[in-house]
């Protein structure tokens, strides 16, 4: 029996990630998302419109943890695409590619996952075709929105189809507690997470960039292969201006993606999240491969990248071997959680954060970007030195070092 309570942001507070599916559980249209003074999509109640059902209540996933059947001990794979030109496309190994093709080609299914709009928005959108994937491709350090998404998965899997959905853990787990039950046809893929910033800071960054450059932006590639991968997946960030010309960055020297690695301008959920941990709700888990090598030999080079695939459900390991045109090489989970730490913990908050979202809510954007970007000289100095560092021993080299370090704490501990 459904506890007939609406969703309180004041009593959920801090943990709600966003995810929306109060909004469309809600057949009142009573729930409409609406960026916080933080700029993070949250549930606000239309008064004159609740009926006090308790629906969005108890399908909330902050409230309510998700407890999925048939999970099994997962297993762990470094997989890439054979064929460079999807793997290039692609953030790490190209699975999401392979994924999508056999759902579509083979399932005749349809695909759901994080797209870049005209605006620049961050939403998941369906797919048919292939040529509807790519959008997918790609990451997307913003939190997407999810709109009437879970809505049409539901409906798609009433018709019997196949469905493949795409999104981050605690959006995977708000479509489980949407739908309310298990689906033979349903296959979820969540992306490796430790945190994500709001679409409002994104499209801030966008505006900061068009005034610096005095030129508008066409589109923009949070993660750009024009360098060969290494084992602490260094992203690069490629702007492509209307003008056709071209800006690459790394993420140490970009106003958005700075704050993302210092990591304090993540949802204030996702510093005590319910979802990094072994314990993972979708059947497949795909991430970067960060470290591969460190611990156990990999028998290949990597030059475009490699995925990180966890298997957690008989659906999800039956799945991944029915891939073609894919290396596939098994590994031990404790070399993956070396360098992924989000498997086993939430990212730890930051002592910046407070001062950041009070500066977020009081700043304009040009302010805020000067002093965390511009004018951060400790900042700066930490930068240019770890690229000092990285030129004169090496990636392999460094990541050993660390490798060890690792090794050593634990011992300690």
């Known amino acids: 029996m459904i506890k007939k309570e609406k969703i309180r942001i004041d009593k959920i507070g801090d943990h709600c990630t966003g995810c929306g599916a109060c909004s469309v559980i809600c057949h009142k249209n009573a729930i409409k998302m609406l960026p916080n003074n933080q700029g993070f999509l949250k549930p606000h109640i239309i008064e004159e419109k609740c009926i006090s059902c308790g629906k969005c209540s108890a399908i909330c996933p902050a409230q309510n943890k998700v407890k999925r059947t048939g999970r099994i001990s997962f297993h762990t794979y470094a997989i890439y695409q054979l064929d460079s030109k999807y793997t290039k496309k692609s953030s790490s190994g190209g699975v999401f590619y392979s994924l999508a093709k056999y759902m579509i080609e083979n399932l005749h299914g349809v ?156 949802n204030t959920s996702c510093y005590h999240c319910n979802y990094t941990n072994l314990e993972r709700n979708a059947d497949i888990t795909i991430g970067d491969y960060g470290g591969l090598g460190l611990k156990y030999k990999f028998s290949k080079e990597i030059k475009d990248g490699i995925s990180l695939v966890l298997t957690n459900t008989e659906k999800g390991e039956k799945l991944i071997h029915k891939l073609s045109n894919i290396y596939i090489e098994k590994r031990e989970i404790e070399e993956a959680l070396l360098f992924n730490t989000c498997l086993t913990k939430p990212t730890t908050c930051p002592k910046r954060r407070e001062e950041f979202q009070i500066d977020y809510e009081n ?41 060890q370090n690792k090794i050593t704490k634990r011992k300690q501990k």
């Open 363 to 403: 700043m304009t954007y040009q302010e805020l970007f000067q002093k965390y970007f511009e004018k951060d000289i400790k900042y700066k100095l930490r930068a240019y030195g770890k690229k000092v560092i990285i030129k004169v021993i090496g990636y392999k080299r460094l990541g050993k070092i660390m490798y």
């Open 111 to 266: 695909v759901f996952g994080a797209i870049y709009t005209k605006d620049h928005l961050v939403e998941i959108a369906k797919a048919e075709t292939m040529k509807e994937v790519f959008p997918m491709m790609g990451s997307k350090y913003v939190y997407s929105n999810t709109k009437k998404t879970y809505q049409e998965v539901k409906e798609e899997l009433e018709k019997k189809r196949f469905v493949l959905y795409s999104g981050l853990p605690c959006q995977i787990a708000g479509l489980y507690n949407y739908l309310g039950k298990e689906y033979e046809n349903l296959i979820t893929v969540e992306i490796l997470c430790h945190g994500a910033p709001s679409q409002e800071l994104f499209s801030k960054y966008l505006k900061y960039l068009e005034e610096y450059y005095k030129k508008p932006i066409q589109e923009i590639r949070q993660r750009d292969f024009s360098e060969k991968w290494n084992l602490f997946i260094t992203k690069r960030i490629r702007i492509i201006f209307k003008d056709k010309q071209e800006l690459v960055l790394s993420e140490d020297f970009d106003p958005y993606m700075s704050l993302y690695i210092r990591e304090i301008s993540y």
